[in-house]
Each structure stands twice: as C-alpha cells, then as structure tokens.
C-alpha cells in the first residue's frame, strides 16, 4: 500500500510489532532500478514486512546540486513495490517530514550531525551539508518504522560507514545490513542518475569501473603502496573526465592507508557530461 502519513504508517508499525513481525526498511529516493530491487528481495529474504520508503531529501542537496531535476518515479515505483510484495510504500512530502517546507534549515530544523572525521573526505569533501542532511532523515525514517533491518547498498559506502556509526552512537535498535552494488553488463554500477547519461557518456562512465579493477588487479599482483596504485589509474582519464576523488581508506573507519591490504576500500566520483558519478571496490572482500 501506498501511504504519504507519518501516522498512517505508525499506526501500521504499531500492529506489526503486537504480531512479533519482523520489519525491514529499504530507505530509497524513488528513481528506483535493479540495485534497488536486490535490496528489496535482500529485505523479502530476511523480514516479516517490509517498508521502502521513496522520498527525495531536500536537505541532502546542495544550492548547486541537482534535486530540482533528480528523477521522480514515484507510480513506476509503487509498481515494482507492489510486483515485489512490498507492504509499505512510504512516500511522504517535504512538509510532512519536516513541517514547513519553507524553512529547511538548521537555524529552525533540528539536524544529526555526524563524526567530523567521517564527512570531511570523499563526497562530504565537497557536498557540504550532505551527511547531515542524510543522517537527519535515515534517524527519521527509524524512527518513524522501527525496523529491525534496514538496507543500504555498497555503492553509497562513505554513507553506510556514516549510517551505522549514527546507528551506534545513537543506540538506534537496528541492524545495518549492508548489499553489493548491482551492475550492468558494462560493468556500470547502476545509478538513478545515470538516466542524465547519453550512449556515449554511459560508455565514457565505465572508467570507473575499469580504474577499480586495475587497482585490484595491481593489489593481487603484489602492489600496496597506495600511491603507486592511485598512479595506475591516471591513464585511464580522458579530457570527458572530471576525477573528483580516487581514495583508498580503511573498509571500516575511512581511515587513510599508507599500504592497502585486504580491509581497504578504493572509492572514486568522477564527473562524465556533467554528471558525478561513485563507485568502489573492497580489495579483501566484505
């Protein structure tokens, strides 16, 4: 069922937990596509019920950034919930998440600010803002469905990392489960945004992923000097590139390595046609 109430959906909650059920929730933005979808059958697998939540976060973007014009979905997406056995699809308006929708500020809006240490490098870097804007909601959203599980994916790993220290700080009574990024035969990892891409951008995109399996490729060779695999990638980049970042960190706490080993993560955003664009890889596995 469609639902945009905050009450509505409580009131569901409420008689789920009398059951015992257990309830996953798969937080999304709408646009949904088939790494959603693997989330969605993860959530299936594992709980009694399920609430996806399709909700496009005005405090997560910057003045700059695209949330005008981030696709908007939400009948198709109902759609593949429904086909999916989702119990719940949670779509609320910006005013009935945050009151006046006017006023989305922290001068007026209570904001989860995560760990400085965690937002200052990679996509907090640059989107400033963005993290407390994502904790806010994420803390929101558990609130509002008290899951047992929710379920991010791999792809957004500096926000997972984020999302379960908040989860721990904050003594939030659900388990993070984490799943891996969905791909398409290119190898592209599968994006709402990558519907700004033309034919030949989809293609310039795939040095990301070609950048990431080198390094890999390099570290299984007996590289782990992070310098020296970060060099590998240059050659890869073209003029139709704007590399944004290319880090290897800590899979866990983000920290930087001076040598990769099998607990590293390499992250890389990169703009193709004006759109940026993530991607990573664990070099040891989850």
């Excluded at 949330?67 to 198709?76: E, H, I, M, S, V």
Aim: proline share 4%; hydrophobic share 40%.
């Amino acid at each position: 069922m469609l639902l945009n109430n905050i009450e509505e959906v409580k009131k569901n909650i409420k008689e789920w937990k009398k059951e015992g059920f257990k309830i996953g929730l798969v937080p999304t933005m709408g646009a949904l596509h088939a790494g959603h979808l693997s989330l969605i059958k993860k959530a299936k697998a594992s709980c009694d019920k399920v609430v996806v939540s399709v909700f496009v976060n005005p405090i997560q973007f910057g003045p700059s950034e695209d949330f005008d014009k981030y696709p908007r979905t939400l009948d198709a997406d109902e759609r593949l919930c429904n086909r999916e056995g989702v119990d719940i699809v949670f779509a609320p308006s910006p005013k009935e998440m945050y009151g006046d929708a006017g006023r989305l500020s922290n001068d007026t809006l209570t904001y989860v600010c995560p760990p400085f240490f965690y937002v200052n490098k990679l996509c907090g870097k640059t989107r400033v803002g963005h993290f407390d804007g994502v904790c806010t909601v994420v803390l929101k959203l558990f609130n509002i469905v008290q899951p047992d599980y929710a379920f991010f994916g791999q792809k957004d790993a500096q926000q997972v990392v984020i999302v379960k220290k908040m989860a721990a700080d904050l003594n939030v009574p659900v388990e993070i489960i984490q799943c891996p990024i969905v791909r398409e035969e290119s190898g592209l990892a599968l994006s709402s945004r990558n519907k700004y891409l033309t034919d030949e951008g989809k293609k310039d995109a795939l040095v990301l992923s070609k950048i990431l399996n080198n390094i890999k490729t390099c570290y299984q060779k007996g590289i782990t000097d992070v310098s020296a695999l970060k060099e590998t990638a240059y050659s890869f980049l073209t003029d139709k590139h704007e590399l944004e970042y290319l880090e290897i960190l800590d899979k866990n706490t983000l920290e930087e390595k001076l040598h990769a080993d099998n607990n590293s993560i390499v992250l890389i955003a990169c703009r193709v046609e004006g759109v940026r664009l993530i991607d990573n890889t664990y070099l040891g596995g989850i």
